[in-house]
């Protein structure tokens, strides 16, 4: 099954996610790990497609999301998310309302490829972005949790 | 805003629906309406994606949905069907589990342009096919229900 260009723009732009989540980490100077993820969730009668999606971007896994009894196909390498999906969305562009946070989640992932998310004042503006797209599930913490988690850190 | 034939095929695998729907109808020589529909329901936010949608097909129409508060772009005419929609999926065909829905779809609406469902043979034929149909919401007759009917107004 070989997919048109445009058919993954189109079903992306009703079942895919463009997230950026955060955690925690003590160890990193900055207190806080970025992570960008892109992710199309269907049900188990389109696996198929899923794998038909994963051969198409030559990158990233499906698997079981027990939650909400779906298939995700899921990629975070973030050199994958740079090369392979921000480049297929900059070609083929979203339509409607999703394309807004693709932009936001292009310019992430570009800065994360860069290192600049090591960098507080970088971080601060990737933090301020990521809570400006629209949110794609429940967040782990609140932002200005983050942010002053991040001044804690660079005192 | 253009949109590439491709691009609403896969918007379509996600968001769209092919359902059937039936009504009795006493007036009826067979006793029951048949009403196919072709729909794609998004949040506000993207009206104008399903107005782009509207121009893309030239037809239905587009309206609030209270239930799940959000916008539908609907056809329910049948030369619109037949001559706009089902060709564009025959074209462009849906890749995942909706394409066999799709076909049964297709079938049903010519079998209805053609004035079948009229035939109590037939009807009989559309009844089972479209209850063979991944449902898209609540059914309002049980299937044996309007197959019980149809015998009595035969008879």
């Known amino acids: 099954m070989k997919l048109s260009p445009w058919y993954v723009t189109g079903l992306v732009e009703g079942e895919g996610t463009f997230a950026v989540s955060f955690n925690k980490r003590p160890k990193l100077r900055v207190g806080i790990e970025t992570r960008p993820s892109f992710s199309v969730s269907l049900s188990e009668r389109d696996l198929d497609l899923l794998k038909a999606l994963q051969d198409f ?9 027990r939650s909400d009894r779906t298939y995700k196909y899921e990629v975070r390498s973030v050199p994958d998310l740079v090369r392979k999906i921000v480049p297929h969305f900059e070609k083929y562009p979203l339509a409607g309302a999703k394309g ?25 503006e990737i933090i301020e972005l990521a809570y400006s797209m629209n949110p794609s599930g429940q967040r782990r913490y609140a932002k200005d949790d983050l942010l002053r988690l991040l001044g804690e850190m660079k005192g």
Chains 1, 2 share one sequence.
């Open 57 to 65: 971007f030559g990158c990233g896994a499906i698997r079981y999301s």
């Open 100 to 124: 807004k946070d693709f932009q936001k989640f292009a310019q992430i992932v570009r800065w994360v490829h860069a290192q600049h998310h090591l960098n507080p004042g970088y971080l601060r």
